[in-house]
């Protein structure tokens, strides 16, 4: 169980456009999901916390206009990245946090790897 | 702040030794504790999970916690090239933080080689 998945995996754009991409989580209900960014060779940085029907919660430093994210459901987050440039170029990932347990486990997606132009 | 230590490595073990990762944490009042596995170009994948003190085996995964001492430490027994990655550590930290979020270390690179 505990099954994220995250769509697309792979995206190449042109410098100025938006990219969507969506986080499920497949076996379970998922009330808080978190978006991750990782640079190559560096670690995971927390982007935003996603919490389902209400506003996302930004880490210091990141824009909340540019990285829109909406959780409108208990199973879908989406992450758009609006007027993207080249230095967005990253990996993404999205994770779940299983609760409904005491300890809260945290399932990851398989990443969005953004490419732009 | 809520730092997550660990040494960046790279760690070099031959295949079938122990390859042990240690990591240590600044919030005494972290609650959970897990250790993540993540391949090249891939996302971190939950390998373990700890949340009292002392040693949890599973498989030739061991992990243990020393909450006194505020460290947290991986072993892998017979060591296999497929377990080459990087490890994560992750702890929750106590009260005051977003629900479920976890704080990161930057991660230990482990090659196991043949």
Redesign the interface.
């Known amino acids: 169980g505990a099954v994220v998945s995250q769509h697309p995996s792979r995206v190449i754009c042109k410098s100025g456009t938006s990219v969507k991409i969506e986080c499920r989580s497949l076996d379970f209900q998922a009330t808080?999901m978190?978006w991750y960014r990782q640079f190559p060779k560096?670690?995971?940085m927390?982007m935003a916390?996603s919490n389902e029907g209400s506003k996302a919660?930004y880490e210091q430093g990141v824009e909340k206009d540019k990285f829109l994210i909406n959780h409108a459901s208990l199973t879908l987050s989406t992450l758009t990245v609006t007027s993207a440039h080249p230095e967005d170029s990253s990996?993404y990932?999205c994770s779940a946090?299983l609760?409904g347990r005491s300890?809260?486990?945290?399932?990851?997606?398989?990443?969005t790897r953004l490419t732009v132009l | 702040q809520k730092e997550v230590e660990q040494n960046s490595g790279p760690l070099s073990v031959p295949e079938g030794a122990i390859a042990s990762l240690n990591c240590t944490y600044s919030d005494r009042g972290s609650q959970s504790f897990f250790w993540y596995r993540q391949y090249s170009g891939k996302s971190p994948e939950l390998i373990m999970s700890i949340y009292s003190n002392g040693d949890k085996e599973d498989g030739r995964f061991t992990a243990q916690l020393n909450k006194a001492s505020q460290y947290v430490s991986l072993l892998i027994r017979d060591s296999q090239p497929s377990d080459s990655a990087t490890y994560l550590c992750a702890v929750k930290p106590g009260r005051g933080s977003t629900l479920g979020r976890l704080y990161f270390g930057r991660g230990t690179q482990l090659t196991v080689w043949p």
């Not at chain 1, 300890?103 to 990443?111: I, K, L, V």
């Open positions: 808080t978190f560096q670690s995971l927390l916390t919660t990996f990932i946090l609760a300890y809260n486990e945290q399932f990851f997606g398989p990443g």
